[in-house]
């Protein structure tokens, strides 16, 4: 057996493998690492790679947006106040809106409707909340034609929790619109604003009845 280098014998050859290496890569073969190789110039021109080009060639398209009137608008309808009914603790409330614009449109889901001090004012107590019970659908409204919805506006008094205020408007956001049409409406309504006494139904054809 072939006895083991010392430490000092080990550091000694080290000087003698680096020169070893460097004689080597003066004759062309690999250079030692830290050891810099000649410097060679190649000129490549760049062509796309068989896989590159068919995924380039693959697009992507997105799914044609359906045709057909667009969404009304607040600036193109106007609101009034429908028929209405009253029961023990509830009153239903229908809000007519119609087109009045020269273009039809379309109204689908539910408006927003909250309590304000006065057109352009600040809110008064928690926007109405959805009622489900509706069902969803597509309103296509030619100029001039109506589409309604239900408001249900609860005794503010029968609330644990609320401070009574007197409110004279509504504000209406019609569906996907953020913008506002005002109508009168004179109630008592809760001035917190964590509480709703209201909860509005979708819209749908026509002026309605508070009978939905």
Same mark, same amino acid.
């Given at each position: 057996?072939?006895?083991?280098?010392?430490?000092?014998?080990?550091?000694?050859?080290?000087?003698?493998?680096?020169?070893?290496?460097?004689?080597?890569?003066?004759?062309?073969? !690999?250079?030692?690492?830290?050891?810099?190789?000649?410097?060679?110039?190649?000129?490549?021109?760049?062509?796309?790679?068989?896989?590159?080009?068919?995924?380039?060639?693959?697009?992507?398209?997105?799914?044609?947006?359906?045709?057909?009137?667009?969404?009304?608008?607040?600036?193109?309808?106007?609101?009034?106040?429908?028929?209405?009914?009253?029961?023990?603790?509830?009153?239903?409330?229908?809000?007519?809106? !119609?087109?009045?614009?020269?273009?039809?449109?379309?109204?689908?889901?539910?408006?927003?409707?909250?309590?304000? !001090?006065?057109?352009?004012?600040?809110?008064?107590?928690?926007?109405?909340?959805?009622?489900?019970?509706?069902?969803?659908?597509?309103?296509?409204?030619?100029?001039?034609?109506?589409?309604?919805?239900?408001?249900?506006?609860?005794?503010?008094?029968?609330?644990?929790?609320? !401070?009574?205020?007197?409110?004279?408007?509504?504000?209406?956001?019609?569906?996907?619109?953020?913008?506002?049409?005002?109508?009168?409406?004179?109630?008592?309504?809760?001035?917190?604003?964590?509480?709703?006494?209201?909860?509005?139904?979708?819209?749908?054809?026509?002026?309605?009845?508070?009978?939905?």
């Amino acid at each position: 057996m072939i006895p083991s280098l010392t430490l000092a014998a080990r550091l000694a050859a080290v000087p003698v493998l680096a020169g070893a290496c460097t004689l080597l890569a003066a004759c062309g073969s !690999t250079p030692a690492p830290g050891t810099a190789a000649p410097t060679t110039t190649v000129t490549v021109q760049a062509s796309a790679s068989p896989t590159t080009s068919a995924a380039a060639a693959v697009t992507t398209t997105s799914p044609a947006a359906p045709s057909g009137p667009a969404g009304c608008l607040a600036a193109g309808l106007s609101a009034q106040l429908g028929v209405s009914q009253g029961t023990a603790g509830t009153i239903y409330q229908v809000i007519v809106l !119609t087109n009045t614009s020269s273009a039809a449109c379309t109204l689908y889901g539910y408006p927003g409707v909250s309590f304000v !001090t006065g057109v352009g004012g600040t809110q008064v107590g928690k926007p109405a909340s959805k009622n489900p019970v509706v069902p969803t659908a597509l309103v296509t409204l030619a100029p001039g034609g109506q589409a309604d919805t239900l408001l249900a506006v609860h005794d503010a008094g029968a609330i644990a929790g609320c !401070t009574i205020t007197t409110v004279n408007w509504l504000r209406i956001y019609p569906p996907g619109d953020y913008g506002s049409i005002y109508v009168q409406y004179n109630t008592q309504a809760c001035a917190n604003p964590a509480i709703s006494i209201m909860s509005v139904s979708p819209v749908r054809t026509g002026a309605g009845s508070a009978s939905y």
